[in-house]
């Protein structure tokens, strides 16, 4: 006679080392080894047995769920290696004056009334100001001529910038995006970030458009 139903629960917990299919198998036939074994006077105790067949079922959604994670990872690996060399708006403020012009954006939560841009210089010294109007809710880019207040040409290099937006009389707060040229990526356990110039360590889903 086959020894009770805790031995299959034993000899299947003794096997959380393999695949989960392979886990289920042997579980599988030495429940029914032990059903068609049994002692009419002492039957399978049911609890036990579908809380085995649970923690079995939870085991093998557990790891389906981490074959479709790491398929997903490789899939945004493959996507983030694709934008090495390209430019790509993400959060930021930082402007790169190159020839005279540069380009910078903002991500508004919600529609506003007036835009109001503020440049400064590498010191902290404000060099121009504008304003860009009315806006829907979403992404704007916008340009600067690298001009000072005066119409003065700047020299090329890095700048800052500040924004203001108003819907309504108060003040809206706005995600400042920044243009930056991807040189690498980093790979971890929570995916992909990209190495952009001027701006650091960015994460793939921070990316709000590729150039």
Known sequence: MVAAVGSVISSASSVTGMASSEQSDRFLKLLVAQMKNQDPLNPLDNAQVTTQMAQISTV????????????????????????????????????TLVGGQTAAGLDLPTNVDDIEISIFDANGNPVRSFKLGPHEAGVVTFGWDGRDASGNPLPDGEYSYRVRAVAGGANVAVTSLAFGTVNSILMDRSGPSLSVDGIGLVELGQVREII
Do not use: R, Y
């Not at 959604?61 to 934008?83: C, D, H, P, S, Y």
């Open 60 to 95: 093998a959604g557990i790891e389906k769920l981490n074959q479709t994670l790491q398929a997903f990872t490789q899939v945004q690996a493959f996507q983030a290696v694709g934008m090495v060399g390209h430019s790509v708006l993400v959060p930021g403020n930082v402007l």
